[in-house]
């Protein structure tokens, strides 16, 4: 299998408070883990990545997260802002694959002043 | 500035009308993607291209085709558009050897 579940489909959080995003994955050969932040009426862009030989990875306000025996990884924003308020998207490529990248259906994490 | 291009951004067609979505980038990527975008879909990979002439059907090919004749610019075509293929459409493209996929900003097709 190659899907990528992601929950949950909608976040409301209040300004301030952290934010958290699960995904997970079917294929065990899966090796990259990237997530994408998209605006309204914007192109997805990427925020930050983690690979298979890490299980943590941290850079301004996001934490991600990889449990690779569990096939899960997840994105942790603290000290949510407005400008957080976006769509989010998990994914996962395959080792070997060339390049196909698998994403989950998104979330949208909605920051309430 | 790294760019990935897309033209036009809005298109109005009407079904069974010919359909040619436009990529450029200036990166000069081996590999170039195009998704479509729908509300509870996420993105959907309907064709991937390692490099010129080198092109491989995605999840969702079915009803469309590409055409990549230069690194820079990745078509692609909708022969006789359908209702059901209004979405709106990213093209992506990535350096070999790296992992980051660099969006353009959208196409919005409405098929009427």
């Known amino acids: 299998g190659e899907q990528v579940e992601q929950l949950p489909s909608i976040l409301r959080v209040q300004e301030g408070s952290s934010a958290s995003i699960n995904c997970t994955y079917e294929?065990?050969?899966?090796?990259?883990f990237p997530w994408y932040k998209q605006e309204p009426g914007e192109n997805p862009k990427l925020i930050i990545d983690?690979?298979?030989?890490?299980e943590r990875k941290q850079t301004q306000g996001l934490i991600v997260l990889l449990d690779k025996k569990a096939k899960r990884f997840s994105l942790h924003i603290t000290d949510t802002q407005p400008g957080d308020s976006a769509m989010y998207f998990c994914a996962a490529r395959i080792t070997g694959n060339t390049g196909k990248l698998i994403f989950g259906l998104g979330t949208t994490l909605q920051v309430q002043p | 500035d790294m760019k990935v291009t897309q033209m036009p951004r809005y298109l109005i067609k009407r079904m069974g009308e010919n359909v040619l979505l436009e990529c450029g980038q200036d990166m000069s990527h081996e590999t170039m993607y195009w998704y479509r975008q729908d509300p509870g879909l996420g993105l959907q990979l309907i064709y991937i291209s390692y490099d010129v002439d080198s092109n491989s059907e995605g999840d969702i090919p079915k009803g469309y085709r590409v055409s990549r004749k230069k690194r820079e610019h990745f078509s692609l075509i909708l022969d006789s558009a359908k209702t059901n293929q209004t979405s709106v459409y990213f093209c992506a493209s990535r350096q070999q050897s790296q992992n980051t996929l660099y969006f353009g900003a959208g196409t919005r097709l409405s098929v009427l």
């Open positions: 983690i690979r298979s030989n890490m």
């Open positions: 294929n065990s050969a899966s090796n990259y």
